[in-house]
Each structure stands twice: as C-alpha cells, then as structure tokens.
C-alpha cells in the first residue's frame, strides 16, 4: 500500500458539514476537526499554553547537518501569518495546530519585497510583491520587478533551482493547483517578462515568442525544460498550436507526446503511471485552468460579520486522488523510486495556489479550504522527510494578503464571520478593495519554516531571495551550467552511405536542448541525462570517402564540441 492510500484526504466521504476529518499522517492517527458551532458542541475553554516541557534538545536535534540529498519546497500563495491563523482557528481552534504547517521545528521570517523595473526608482525597492516577482526571488536568487518570470530587471533569462538540479543530476518536480503556468510554478522552468505569457497565442509574448526569436511562451518552455513530473491545472493553453519553430502547426500536447512526455489527464491516468523520468518525464494536467476550491465561496460584504457561516465542501471539487496532499505523494513517490540505489536525490517544489485567488476575492471560507489542503500537502512532505531522514522540508509564501481577524463587524469595510472549532464566531474584515474588486496583496513579511537538514539557515530574519542559496547550498548545487557541460564530448564514427547515422554526444549536463550539425543539415534536440542523440541520413561520396563535420552546441551554455564521421563506400 503507497501512502496516497492512507492520505490526509482519504476521509472526505466521512466528512458532514462543518466537519473536517484529517489524517494526521506522521503520527497516524484520525483527527476530527471542525467548526464546533455548527456542529452541536457546546463552548470551551480551550488550554492556552502550547509548551509543556523544555524544547531545547527538541531543537538541538533538528539542528543537523547542512547537506541533505532532497529538498521539498511547500508555497502557500498569499499565506501571510493572518491566513494561517484564520485557517487554523477554523479547523482546530485558537489553541490548537495545523498540524503541517505549525510542526515544522525551525522558523524565522523573510522579506518579500520587488524592484520597480523603470524609471527614475529602477531598482529600488517595491514594497509590495506579486507572486512573479516573488516566486524569481527565491527561484534565482535576484529581485526583480512585478510581472517578471525569472529574468532581470533588464529581461535577462535567470537560471533557475530547478533547472540548476537538473543540471546538477537532481531529479525534479513541479506541482500545482493553479494552472502550471502561474506565476509560482512557472518562476522555476521559465523566463519571460511578463507572466500572462502563457501560450503561443497569448499577445503579451512579445519578443518572448518564438515566432520573433525568443525562448517562448511559459508551456514551451516548460516543455523545454523536462522537469521529471509536472502536475497541475492549465490543459487549455496546451491545445494551442506552436507559431514557429520545428514543432510549428502542431499543438502543445501533440508536442508533448511527440518529445516521450507520458500525458495523463484524470486519476486513472495519474494512477496509472509507475515512473518518470528524462526518458519519460510526467505532463498531469487535470484542469483546463485552476483548480476547484475545496469549500464554497463566501462572498464577503458590508456588515456581513453580522450573520455568521460554516463552510460547505464545494460540489465540483476534485476527487481526493487529485487532492494536493495524493498529488504531493504521488510526485514523491515517483521522484525518490528515481534517486535510490546511490543515485542523487531529488527538488520538488508545491503550490497552494489558491489561498491566494480566494483572498483576492474577499471569500473567507475558500482560502481557509485551500490552506488546509496546502496544510496536509505538508504533512505529506514532512511523513516522508521523517522517515527518509535525509529530506529538508521548507514550507513558506511568496506574499502577504488582506485578511484580518478583527473584533467587531467592520462599518464601511467588507467582512464575513464563521463558525470555528471553538464553538464561538470569527469574523475576518477585507479593507484594501471595494465589493467586487481584487482584494490586494499586503507587504509585511512572511513565516518561513523548515525540518531536516539545512533548516537553520531560515531563523532569524532573511529574505526571499536567501532561500535560493539556502536550497541550493543544501544540495550541493554547481550553480555554473556552462562548467557542468564543459567536459561534453560528441563520438567520432564511420557511415555508409545513403543510410541513417546517428550522431551521439555526452556530457552535455548544463544543457536542456541542443543544436547538431551534420555537414550542411541541423536539428534542434532535447539533451537526455546529458546525452544528445540526434539522426541523419550519410551522403553519397563522389569518391570513395567523405569526411562529415560534425558540432553540437549546447542550447543553454553556448558550448560547443565537433567531431568527424567519415563515410566510405
């Protein structure tokens, strides 16, 4: 039995309304949770002290070495301290715990600050992120402006900590509940300068496309890229058709299936995959766009904390095998079956994404839903990482949101009251848009929490930018791709003429694609655990032989190695 079937969202045909039944996975045991109001509890006191005995050999040992083989990287979009405690003072109570995202050993807090992109303030400090910006800070390292998919503040390509993983021999992962090319998912396998860039037809591309020389939209890229297993929503922009390019005329999917992606589109096809990897890496889009929530939206109003609500399981909510925490498993499983047996370990990098889009949408009990299915993705990770013993885990957020606990029902701004875990009501106020406005992202800073190797680079105060380097120092990263190519080589030979010779080159580790020339002919490759194959047909000497010059060049590092393949008679 894998751990999806003993998931944190096996009960969920045992839910009633009101009522949320979580699997607590690390300890194994049920836990029943829900808003104590709705459901005919009577008030209590809750015990307010959450320390019983000394912590300090606690953490003494969480405090391990700094090297770990995988690292797993939970993003809780718009989670700011307010949505966590709205979250957990729903479901278990002002004295209880997520027992995900409050278990981790080891926090501090970061910043989240942008740069403006223009202007006399190019460069200077914006102080409120978008998840673009954000998500490049800690996916490269750099700050840049609001809107940009890891590239500069000049447009600049960055490389990214999947992408340096993968050069690095890592396996990797990259799993959603938004459409993959949100800005969160996205920052780790694309550059381009303004994230809405999300598919051939989509006329923010600019010279970004492929079609006026650029790199592509974010779906051709994220093509590009290979990352072993990719899961999420945003099917729709993978029907639209390559504009230019050795694939032009053909659809992204078609595309996808062409290159060996196993695409799958439902649980059965999901369950039915039992490895990924360069060979075969995994496409799962289950969704045209985001994801359903798990609760029904609340609509947040003018004196609306007045009537309070328990929140309903949404009726279009994916079954629990699509669940964030099963979709967690399922890329873990398939990530570390890859890395045993002396093998390099593996990145995976988890959205939820819609605790964010609920906030922007003033709606409480969605963003409580979406931060309980992010809370048991993490208990997901952290089951694993415990029992791997070799696994740092860092759960975190790429911005602050609205929501606040306040007192008493707002006068002029929009709020809506539920019923908690506590048997007593909450109300949550939305101050920074009118009814039917985007609520705004705010620009406080944010937790940031870690288990396992490497976790004490996150006490204190840091910044989003610093957990590029915590990650990648974690792993071992060679962040130089052009080095890790630079002993590449490509396989001298002999042919025949009139039939198929195959040019074969290695070593290519810091790239993605490559570019091979026979003699006057190219093609444009995918670079496979560093290998580049590629197949032409061998000329017909006027003579009784012809010597071939043979180059690869690799797409990403410029590197470049030759060869001859001589062809006789």
Same mark, same amino acid.
């Given at each position: ?32 949770? #829900? ?20 912590? $300090? ?56 600050? *942008? ?20 998500? /490049? =800070? ?25 992408? !340096? ?22 920052? +780790?396998?694309?550059?381009?300068? &303004? ?10 591309? #600019? ?5 006026? =020389? ?6 051709? +890229?994220?093509?590009? $890229? ?28 078609? &595309? ?5 992606? &196993? ?70 499983? %398939? ?16 959205? #939820? ?18 931060? !309980? ?46 019923? /908690? ?10 101050? /920074? ?6 609520? +705004?992202?705010?620009?406080? +800073? ?14 204190? %105060? ?29 396989? *001298? ?77």
């Amino acid at each position: 039995m894998n751990r999806s079937s003993r998931s944190v969202r096996g009960s969920a045909r045992r839910r009633t309304v009101g009522v949320i039944a979580v699997s607590a996975v690390a300890a194994g045991t049920l836990l029943a949770v #829900g808003a104590g109001a709705a459901s005919g509890s009577s008030a209590f006191t809750p015990a307010s002290h959450r320390v019983s005995a000394d912590k $300090t050999k606690d953490v003494r040992q969480a405090i391990v070495g700094g090297k770990a083989k995988n690292v797993i990287l939970l993003v809780g979009d718009g989670m700011g301290d307010s949505e966590i405690t709205i979250a957990r003072n729903y479901a278990y109570g002002a004295a209880g715990e997520l027992p995900g995202i409050d278990a981790l050993p080891l926090t501090g807090s970061y910043t989240t600050y *942008s740069v403006y992109k223009d202007g006399a303030d190019k460069g200077k400090p914006d102080y409120v992120t978008d998840s673009a910006a954000s998500g /490049t =800070g800690w996916a490269t390292g750099t700050k840049t402006y609001d809107g940009a998919i890891s590239v500069d503040v000049d447009g600049n390509p960055l490389p990214t900590l999947l992408e !340096l993983a993968k050069a690095n021999g890592f396996r990797t992962g990259d799993v959603s509940t938004a459409e993959i090319q949100d800005a969160t998912p996205a920052v +780790q396998v694309a550059h381009v300068d &303004q994230r809405s860039c999300y598919g051939p037809d989509s006329s923010s591309c #600019g010279d970004d496309a492929l079609a006026a =020389g650029g790199l592509g939209s974010i779906s051709e +890229q994220l093509l590009d $890229t290979r990352a072993d297993v990719v899961l999420g929503g945003g099917l729709a922009s993978f029907g639209q058709r390559a504009a230019a390019g050795q694939w032009k005329g053909s659809t992204l999917l078609q &595309q996808a299936t062409a290159r060996g992606y &196993q695409v799958v589109t439902d649980a059965a096809g999901l369950a039915s995959v039992k490895k990924a990897n360069q060979s075969q890496p995994l496409l799962g889009l289950f969704t045209d766009g985001n994801f359903p929530t798990r609760y029904e939206a609340t609509t947040a109003t003018v004196g609306g904390a007045d009537t309070p609500v328990t929140c309903r399981e949404s009726a279009d909510r994916l079954p629990s095998s699509l669940s964030l925490a099963s979709l967690t498993d399922k890329a873990i499983d %398939l990530l570390s079956a890859g890395s045993k047996n002396g093998g390099k370990g593996f990145f995976l990098q988890i959205e #939820g994404a819609s605790i964010d889009k609920r906030d922007h949408a003033a709606d409480a009990c969605g963003q409580i839903g979406e931060t !309980l299915d992010l809370d048991e993705a993490v208990q997901v990770a952290l089951a694993f990482a415990k029992k791997d013993k070799n696994t740092l885990v860092l759960v975190t957020a790429d911005h602050a949101h609205s929501s606040q606990i306040v007192d008493s029902t707002p006068p002029t701004s929009l709020s809506t009251a539920v019923n /908690t875990a506590d048997g007593t009501v909450m109300k949550i106020s939305y101050g /920074t848009a009118a009814a039917g406005g985007s609520q +705004q992202h705010t620009g406080t +800073q944010l937790r940031i929490a870690g288990y396992g190797p490497g976790a004490a680079n996150v006490v204190g %105060l840091t910044d989003q930018t610093d957990t590029f380097g915590t990650i990648s120092r974690t792993l071992g990263l060679s962040t130089d791709a052009a080095k890790l190519s630079k002993k590449a080589s490509v396989s *001298s030979g002999y042919a025949t003429p009139g039939r198929k010779v195959t040019v074969r080159g290695d070593g290519f580790a810091g790239d993605r694609q490559a570019t091979v020339t026979f003699g006057d002919e190219t093609q444009r490759v995918d670079v496979i655990d560093g290998a580049v194959t590629a197949t032409f047909t061998a000329p017909v000497p006027s003579g009784r032989q012809q010597v071939v010059k043979v180059t690869v060049e690799g797409a990403q590092t410029g590197v470049a190695k030759t060869a001859r393949i001589t062809v006789r008679k």
